[in-house]
């Protein structure tokens, strides 16, 4: 009678482990939280405050300065800028944006001063949304790695190309532009076939990435890049995925070669001086274009960052597609 009393009296002991949840030793984890919440807070007003108002005064004072007749090409290479700026980081395609979006203004801009354009613009944008995309962690040294080498040797090799075919006649701009639509197309339709039938299997660990393959998706990205300023996103992340590596570090991999790439591709076109023979440019819409893109890029990253994998490569595709249709049909 005694022990079973003495066993009811021990018996709420338990209870009090309730209690642990208030104990001091959770607090630690709680200020962790919290400093990470203020960092992230202080970088969003960053990003979505102070960096578009900055570049929305550059791009009304380049208005306000710009004769009236390059106004409407301003306000609508703008627009073009922020669409591009926010796909580059969210899905990776900057140029395949970029440069479709400046062959529909009206006056229309010159396809190659828009090719080489998008490749200089590249260099001086990237690499901040490169640099986002790399404190959210969504970077793989291994697969930067290649993609740097074959998109250097792609890119560069390029703008050479498509000088000696437009030289010879062999296509003409409106055919290599063509072309690297096609491409596009058919690795986007290859894409959604793959995924619809349920093939690309678990994402690719990250020791087990083919170097040698990973090189020639950047080889063959970057050379469509170097020929026509477009293609690197389009292709290269595409095929990345086709590969069965994560969206997310295909994106912010890329974005971190493609700095490089457009470097290479630039320096092509810059020792190529045929390359730029007939060109007609444009420099009012340099200023807009470079604001423009700058200003939506940091969101962009977060964007992609909450996306799950299928519907990040859905949306990579589908944009990729409906963008080099135009293209591919009317050739311009």
């Given at each position: ?12 002991v338990p209870a009090q482990k309730a209690d642990l949840p208030s104990a001091p030793i959770e607090r630690p984890g709680l200020r962790e939280r919290f400093r990470a919440a ?102 793989s040294r291994r697969l930067a790695v290649p993609l740097i080498i074959g998109g250097v040797a792609g890119s560069f090799v390029g703008p050479f190309v498509s000088s000696y ?168």
């Open positions: 009678m005694t022990e079973s009393a003495g066993a009811s009296a021990q018996a709420p203020s960092g992230l807070a202080k970088l969003g007003v960053i990003a979505v405050i102070l960096i578009p108002l900055l570049c929305i005064v550059a791009i009304v004072v380049t208005a306000i300065l710009a004769p009236a007749s390059e106004r409407p090409p301003i306000f609508y290479a703008s627009i073009v800028a922020v669409v591009a700026g926010l796909s580059s980081t969210a899905i990776g395609v900057y140029g395949g944006v970029l440069v479709p979006g400046l062959l529909l203004i009206r006056p229309p801009i010159d396809p190659l001063f828009a090719a080489a354009l998008s490749l200089f613009l590249q260099v001086l944008v990237i690499p901040i949304g490169a640099g986002t995309h790399y404190r959210l962690g969504n970077f075919l437009r030289g010879a006649a062999i296509l003409s701009k409106d055919d290599i532009a063509r072309v690297v639509s096609g491409m596009i197309v058919i690795v986007g339709i290859l894409v959604l076939t793959t995924l619809r039938m349920g093939r690309l299997g678990a994402v690719r660990d990250e020791a087990d990435v083919p170097f040698a393959r990973i090189t020639g998706i950047g080889g063959l990205a970057g050379f469509a890049s170097g020929i026509s300023g477009a293609g690197w996103g389009p292709i290269g992340v595409k095929l990345l995925i086709l590969t069965r590596i994560d969206p997310r570090q295909a994106i912010g991999s890329s974005l971190f070669a493609r700095v490089f790439m457009a470097s290479a591709a630039v320096l092509a076109y810059i020792i190529s001086a045929s390359a730029f023979k007939g060109i007609v440019a444009d420099w009012w819409i340099v200023v807009p274009l470079v604001a423009g893109s700058i200003g939506p890029m940091i969101p962009g990253a977060f964007v992609v960052s909450r996306l799950g994998r299928e519907r990040a490569t859905v949306a990579i595709t589908l944009l990729s597609i409906s963008l080099a249709l135009p293209t591919l049909i009317f050739g311009h």
